[in-house]
């Protein structure tokens, strides 16, 4: 065991399997004490268990740790309240939310069904605000706290998951927001978009050249969550971590400008527009476009 995290209490969503229970080993071993939720649902999000969250819990106890279980749904406000006030019932306070919990429907967007849209956006985008919504009055009142959103590189777009880009986008919006307005009280917030072997990564059509285990995560959440962390005034990032690979993502910003002379029009936009301000490309319709090429290589015959 290690001291990165001592005295702390720490919560992770989704932490019966995967990524999440990683993260929630990895704190439990490094000193803190920790709030297991896991609403122990299909990959889908369908039958739901508290045995999940459970079995983390034993696991932690087994190696000497503290843990607690919730096994609420964290899309809804009750869910988001009962980790929360877990935390503060059972320990005291809350210096750490890592919201790790997460489902997949995947569906081109021409089929996606309301349902499907709904059910993945809640869990994502609903399931980090509901924690985060708790947990930043608890940790504005204690003038310290770290709140962690989980995203994934599919924020720049998906082919097939355009419910799932659209939380996890919305997800870094919500971090960078809580980032600006819980700085004047001490409270960071960042993000980490992983590639790790999961039940749900094994889901992905193409095959993942960066990867790694949920272990090396869990490295880089512990020490998002510790004081090193904090002293650096980490606060408004998001970080891949894949196998050896830390990354940190861009600030969005304005890439070009050009002003006009007098009110634009259209015709004066479609003069200006291509050759002065332009486009950014889409580093992913590139690598689409080289697949689909590559594909149409191979299937030639003779080619
Ligand atoms: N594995 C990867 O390579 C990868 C890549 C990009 C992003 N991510 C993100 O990392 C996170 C963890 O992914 P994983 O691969 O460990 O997935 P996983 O399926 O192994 O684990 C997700 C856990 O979340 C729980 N969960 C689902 N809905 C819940 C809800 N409403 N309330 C509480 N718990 C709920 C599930 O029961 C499950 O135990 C997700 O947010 C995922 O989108 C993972």
Redesign the pocket.
């Known amino acids: 065991m290690g001291n990165f995290l001592d005295g702390k209490v720490i919560a992770v969503?989704?932490a019966?399997?995967?990524?999440?229970?990683a993260v929630a080993l990895a704190c439990a071993a490094e000193g803190a004490k920790v709030v297991v939720?896991?609403?122990?649902?299909s990959?889908e999000?369908g039958e739901p268990t508290s045995q999940?969250a459970e079995a983390a819990v034993e696991e932690i106890a087994a190696a000497g740790g503290e843990a607690v279980a919730v096994a609420?749904?964290?899309?809804t406000m009750a869910?988001g309240r009962r980790i929360v006030d877990t935390a503060v019932e059972r320990f005291g306070r809350l210096d750490g939310v890592v919201c790790?919990?997460?489902?997949l429907r995947e569906r081109m967007l021409f089929n996606m069904s309301e349902e499907e849209w709904d059910l993945v956006v809640a869990?994502?985008l609903k399931?980090t605000f509901t924690v985060f919504r708790a947990a930043s009055a608890v940790m504005r009142r204690q003038r310290s706290g770290t709140l962690i959103g989980?995203?994934?590189?599919?924020h720049q777009g998906s082919v097939a998951q355009a419910n799932?880009a659209s939380a996890?986008g919305g997800i870094i919006s919500l971090v960078r927001s809580a980032a600006l307005g819980l700085h004047k009280y001490g409270v960071t917030a960042n993000c980490v978009?992983?590639?790790?072997?999961?039940?749900?990564?094994a889901n992905?059509p193409m095959e993942?050249k960066e990867?790694g285990e949920?272990e090396d995560v869990a490295a880089l959440v512990v020490y998002l969550l510790s004081e090193r962390a904090r002293e650096e005034k980490i606060t408004g990032q998001v970080y891949t971590i894949a196998g050896p690979k830390i990354a940190v993502w861009a600030q969005p910003r304005e890439l070009r400008a050009g002003y006009a002379e007098g009110a634009w029009t259209p015709e004066k936009i479609a003069d200006f527009l291509p050759g002065t301000v332009g486009t950014d490309p889409m580093p992913l319709l590139a690598q689409l476009e080289a697949m689909a090429q590559a594909a149409a290589t191979h299937q030639r015959p003779n080619a």
């Open positions: 969503t989704g019966g399997r995967g990524i999440g229970r939720n896991d609403y122990g649902v990959i999000g999940i609420d749904d964290v899309s869910g790790v919990a997460g489902i869990t994502h399931g989980f995203t994934s590189g599919n799932y996890k978009a992983p590639v790790a072997r999961t039940r749900m990564s992905v993942l990867i949920p």
